[in-house]
């Protein structure tokens, strides 16, 4: 099939202006708590990580097969995998096994306007965090940084670098783990969108982050204001056209908290907010397609006031930077 522009890759595209840095930090390793075991000494495996309230879980996941491995078997019987949807899962709150990394991570997520983690994985026994933001951020996190460098043994900052394009990100996560962008659309019921003209919406980003403030995001503005839709408080500009917020939009905050109550790694959701509709993409595993597929199918049960609709679902293409 050739290349053909999608609404997922043009969304994608419209807020590559909104992070302009990347950062990407490991530690030593996560162990658990009572045996000290580390874990993935020998492979890689990748690890999503939510943050609701006061509670930081992660999930480290690979597909059915991967137990042929001799490596691998050892460690799921050591950490007590679960096989569902075809995936090996181990479910962990990150809190009880490390105060520090926990605590780390949701302080920078929650305190920087414009952090977000994009992207994390074990590889080799050492865990590793992706990071974006804007560079208005940038002073605040290098202080942080060096403040801090002995936080944890074995902390260091891999790169942190200015970044081209936000597709760049997806390149990298894409080579690594293949990934499904799920396109949704959220509009007040009986307001007619037909989603074809985006050309007057914000861009933004959403954290995967929840709190009593609601769900933390990041809008490429120009000058508009916020599209009421997303219930946006606590506005700050970051730069010119660039404004943080939190959203308390119930269907946003819905889809947070379930994708963590359902364990579905998602690497960092966008989308377009205008006045009729928000369109959202929420990127996740190829293998967790049919996961999201039925968290969606219960949000359209349960929230009559809003319509809710599937507007793609694509796979991305990364050696053309596109969607087939």
């Known amino acids: 099939m050739g290349k053909r522009l999608t609404l997922a890759s043009e969304i994608l595209d419209r807020i590559s202006g909104i992070m302009d840095y990347e950062m990407l930090v490991s530690t030593s390793g996560i162990r658990e ?40 078997n050892l460690f799921f019987n050591r950490v007590g995998a679960k096989l569902q949807d075809g995936l090996w899962q181990v479910r962990r709150n990150l809190t009880e096994l490390s105060d520090v990394y926990g605590s780390a991570l949701k302080l920078g997520v929650s305190t920087f306007r414009s952090l977000m983690v994009d992207y994390s994985y074990i590889h080799k026994g050492r865990y590793h965090a992706h990071f974006t933001f804007n560079s208005r951020d940038l002073m605040d996190i290098s202080s942080l940084i060096v403040t801090y460098s002995d936080l944890a043994d074995g902390y260091r900052v891999e790169y942190m670098r200015r970044l081209k394009n936000h597709s760049q990100v997806y390149d990298w996560i894409n080579a690594r783990d293949k990934v499904t962008n799920v396109t949704l659309q959220i509009a007040r019921e009986g307001v007619h969108s037909d989603g074809n003209d985006p050309s007057h919406d914000v861009p933004f980003i959403l954290a ?68 009729d509709s928000i369109k959202l993409v929420i990127p996740v595993p190829v293998q967790q397609t049919t996961a999201l597929m039925m968290l969606l199918k219960d949000a359209m049960a349960d929230f009559t006031k809003w319509d809710l609709k599937l507007l793609e679902i694509t796979d991305y293409d990364v050696e053309y930077g596109q969607y087939e």
């Open 208 to 275: 995967n982050f929840l709190d009593e403030r609601g769900t933390k995001g990041i809008a490429l503005s120009n000058g508009k204001a916020l599209s009421q839709l997303l219930q946006s408080h606590e506005e700050s500009s970051i730069a010119e056209h660039i404004t943080s917020f939190w959203s308390t939009n119930e269907v946003l905050t819905y889809l947070v908290s379930r994708l963590a109550s359902n364990y579905i790694v998602i690497y960092g959701m966008y989308g377009l907010a205008g006045n």
């Open 33 to 72: 708590a009572d045996s000290n075991f580390m874990w993935a000494t020998t492979f890689r495996a990748p690890v999503g990580i939510n943050f609701i309230n006061d509670k930081v879980s992660i999930i480290l996941f690979l597909p059915e097969g991967s137990e042929s491995s001799k490596d691998v």
